[in-house]
């Protein structure tokens, strides 16, 4: 079966015209879609906001789990530590979440090397779409190879996104299916994970509002992409956008060609710098418990909200390091964003 027609990224002159060569195709905000509240709303309860900076107010999203890598489900605000560029800002506004609407979109590495996991990531990534799909949710798919293709735009239709993971292809693959092992005779065709990256924040999810991610299943091996990996981390934290990666490799793939393997390292300062999880999988039982970790951080998290004390729209990148007092606890959060300029 063949992919659906619309190429995107395809031979692309320079990263300065990506953004214009794109035809992902921005959809507008939902209806019912809030900006970030102003200095006078409050509590943050009632604030659908996204991680974004304004005038006076910085919001943010938080999961903290415990020792044993378990979700906490009571941090009290008094509990909790947010320092931006070293300096300690005193939170305002603290909830619990866990039903606040999301966005998001799953990215699926169709190149070579995934040919033999691709199988069992569609069977997988579909389950989870039903079980961390819920009304008000939208999500979409895309595939990047080569090329970069949306396979489904946004819907909170769990078939139709199901239909769209099963029609991503590897193209000049090796054939197979699910997790296996055996020889390898083929080279890779490129990797375009990080313009995959950079046209899904900017063409599809800069224009939401609210808890937005990017959910990879990928080797994490970029070849032939056209923006770099910098710009596209610093699109995604300026649209907001929590990256989350599931970084399945074939071994063998990799012993065939001489490679070193997949991209651990590059999956983890991504998903870090964005407050996101990189998750590294070898086997189908693995896979399904990354997806549920990833579940359950989509869905159960803290939203923070406070003044930043340094009031300058000067669109520099301000570090964010955010802290529990309780003993033997974790925060996954974003490590900054951009200043208003």
Known sequence: ??????????????????????????????????????????????AQAPIRVGVSL??????????????VPDLKQEELRVFEDDKEQKVEFFSKETNLPLTFGMLIDTSPSQERVLGAEQDAGARFLRRVLNKGDMAFVLNFDSNIDLLSDFTSSHDQLARAIDRARVHGGIGGGGIIQGPVATQPRGTRMYDAIYAACKEKLSGEV?????????????????????????????????????????AYFYRGMGLGGGGEGVAKKMAEQTGGRAISVNNEKDLEKAFDQISEELRTYYTIGYTPSNRARDGKFRKLKVEATRKDTKILARKGYYAPS
Do not use: W
């Open 210 to 250: 609210g808890r937005k991610a990017l959910i990879l299943l990928t080797d994490a091996v970029d070849q032939g992409s056209q923006v770099r990996e910098q710009e596209a981390l610093e699109t995604a934290q300026r649209t907001d956008t929590v990256l989350h990666f599931i970084v399945i490799s074939d």
């Open 1 to 46: 079966m063949r992919r659906p027609s619309g190429k995107l990224l395809c031979r692309l002159a320079t990263a300065a015209t990506l953004a214009a060569a794109l035809s992902l195709g921005a959809a507008p905000p939902r209806a019912g879609a809030q900006g970030p509240p102003s200095s006078s709303q409050q509590p943050v309860e009632k």
């Open 58 to 71: 910085v919001n943010l999203y938080a999961t903290v789990r415990d020792k044993d890598k378990r979700v």
